[in-house]
């Protein structure tokens, strides 16, 4: 590994410090920082690399943050799959794992070859509207359909490679990988996955029906998700990111993409010890 890109919440002054030491301590032993072009404006770095060319130049990518920034960095690697090395400076932090005080002896392991990985599906999502594709996205965590701000149920009908499943009448349906099972899907009372496995999970928020509950899938299945609804403000959410407002009978079709994130895990640690220390199982 030669070129290691650095990104980070760029705003946050603590990020911004931890990067301006990280960059120093890539550059004195001889590595070549990637800085991405906005932290390096609020650094006053002079050489940014736009975001999009990074994936293509990085041997390996340090993401300083909390689990939205490396999302949105994950979402931007793509089909390059460069390892990405998340360093937990926000709250929860499932996915940047590694903290503050790991980050120097888990870069030096990783720069020396000797590194763990994870590798973590996702899904392509596509959003038909009058027989054409509209929108065409990745994403790592969740796919989440929901209506606006009017106290009224959205109809949602589902099938599973092409076999009607139910017409949820709910606030919204999320779709969630392994990894997004411990985000908004786990607030609505879905399932934990482990990330190893391949599957789905198909979680209503807040069901009309109370026999309506979460159910799992293979990760090869096609989900479509059509929305019946009118009159209705109802929003497409992907990974908490990106949105799009939803029209009467647009559909939204989902499945596992060819690409997967590569994430560099801390070796001292097993999932399961992630479970118990962020949600804090155990604790009384």
Request: proline share 4%.
């Amino acid at each position: 590994m030669k070129k290691i890109a650095v990104f980070a919440k760029f705003h946050d002054p603590r990020c911004q410090g931890v990067a301006d030491e990280l960059i120093k301590w890539l550059a004195q032993r001889g590595f070549t920082p990637l800085v991405e072009a906005h932290l390096a404006r609020h650094l006053n770095y002079p050489e940014g690399a736009e975001s999009d060319d990074i994936p293509g130049l990085a041997d390996l990518i340090v993401v300083l943050g909390g689990d939205g920034t490396l999302i949105s960095v994950a979402r931007l690697v793509g089909e390059r799959e460069v390892p990405i090395l998340g360093v937990n400076l926000g709250s929860l932090g499932f996915l940047t794992e590694i903290t503050l005080d790991e980050l120097y002896p888990a870069l030096e392991s990783c720069l020396s070859g000797d590194y763990r990985v994870s590798e973590r599906m996702m899904l392509r999502v596509a959003l038909v509207r009058g027989g054409e594709v509209a929108e065409s996205h990745q994403v790592l965590n969740d796919v989440v359909i929901n209506k606006g701000a009017l106290a009224r149920i959205i109809d949602l009908e589902t099938t599973v490679n092409g076999s009607w499943l139910t017409t949820f009448k709910a606030d919204g349906l999320i779709i969630s990988t392994p990894t997004g099972s411990t985000g908004y899907s786990l607030s609505a009372n879905g399932p934990i996955i482990h990330p190893d496995l391949a599957c789905l999970a198909i979680t209503p928020i807040c069901p009309h029906t109370l026999t309506n509950r979460p159910i799992v899938v293979a990760s090869d299945a096609l989900i479509t998700v059509r929305l019946q609804s009118q009159n209705e403000d109802v929003f497409l959410t992907l990974d908490g990111q990106v949105g799009f407002e939803l029209k009467y009978g647009d559909s939204i079709r989902i499945e596992r993409a060819a690409q997967r994130t590569r994430l560099v895990m801390s070796r001292s640690k097993d999932y399961f010890e992630v479970l118990r220390t962020k949600l804090k199982w155990g604790e009384r």
